[in-house]
């Protein structure tokens, strides 16, 4: 019985249906672009990129996610809609600080949140630094090893995309960033960047479209945040330590980040969930995403029950 009445507390937590925004001010005085709509759990949605923003989530997933969930949607600093720092601060615990100080303005205690690509390191770092601010992650085509990710997929696929071969990483005589720009504009040029996330070229065109409906996009964080090295980090070895249930959403044709990624992925209570699709579930074959996240939802539900 005591843990219904926690459950049904944390339910409680959910905002009405109706939209708020609002610009949240960091103790480091950035504004932080925050929309909260959706009733039931409260989820923070951590943007991938980096620098994507939560937009184009909103826009082509918001509907089902608001039904399901109080959904809180956060341009991180430096991205979007929200402010730049002003001292040059993108650091991995900056940006986890972010987030709690968001969580506390908002009046939540805890919540639930759903990270996508590069957001997947977000959610570790978050997981670390405030261990008890996540009650679960949705992770969705999450990398949790940049160099992985490049290494084992991206490099390979571009290059077998463009006809070539790839030596790999070891054998590389450029550096993997300057290599990463000249495969990504390789592909850009011969017009097949859109096969490394997705099964159709008109959904990328569909994508690229949204840019021009926000107005004045802050790309400073995209731009800065390869200089740190906690994002470089191998999270893989730390997911064996993080006890709160996670689903860990993946694409077997996900090229950015990698089919194969989910190996060596320890989540102590894990929901793995195949999916044949690309980097971005949330515009292509959306109905398996959504099994999987109800499917989570309900064994949250469960698990609170018993």
């Known amino acids: 019985m005591k843990k219904l009445l926690l459950f049904l507390v944390f339910l409680s937590l959910g905002y009405t249906a109706s939209a708020e925004e609002k610009f949240i001010t960091t103790s480091d005085g950035v504004e932080l672009f925050v929309k909260i709509e959706g009733t039931g759990i409260p989820c923070l949605y951590i943007h991938g990129g980096p620098g994507s923003g939560s937009y184009w989530f909103e826009k082509f997933f918001g509907d089902f996610m608001e039904e ?13 809609r929200s402010g730049s720092s002003e001292n040059g601060d993108y650091s991995m615990q900056r940006l986890t600080q972010d987030f709690e100080e968001v969580r506390e303005s908002l009046g939540i205690k805890n919540w639930l949140t759903l990270g996508h690509s590069f957001g997947g ?6 997981a670390e630094n405030y261990p008890q601010a996540q009650n679960g992650m ?20 571009a290059s077998e995309f463009l006809g070539e071969n790839y030596v790999g990483c070891k054998n590389d005589t450029l550096p993997l960033m300057e290599r990463m720009g000249v495969l990504g504009n390789k592909l850009r040029e011969k017009d097949l960047f859109w096969k490394m996330a ?4 008109e959904n990328q065109a569909i994508m690229d479209s949204t840019w021009n409906e926000v107005e004045n996009w802050n790309f400073d964080l995209g731009n800065k945040v ?43 209570d894990m929901i793995l969930w195949k999916s044949e699709v690309g980097h971005i579930p949330f515009q292509e074959n959306t109905e398996d995403l959504k099994k999987a996240i109800l499917f989570y939802k309900n064994q949250l539900s469960v698990l609170n029950h018993n």
């Open 121 to 126: 390191l977000l959610q570790m770092g978050y």
């Open 138 to 157: 949705m992770m969705i085509n999450a990398t949790l090893h940049l160099n992985e990710s490049f290494c084992q997929s991206w490099a390979p696929k």
């Open 226 to 268: 390869w200089a740190y090295e906690d994002y470089w980090r191998n999270f893989k070895p730390n997911t064996k330590e993080v006890s709160i249930p996670v689903l860990f959403f993946y694409g077997t044709k996900d090229y950015m980040v990698g089919p194969d990624h989910y190996k060596e992925v320890q989540f102590p």
């Open 68 to 80: 399901h969930f109080t959904m809180i949607y956060l341009d991180q600093r430096g991205v979007g």
């Open 198 to 201: 997705y099964a159709n070229k």
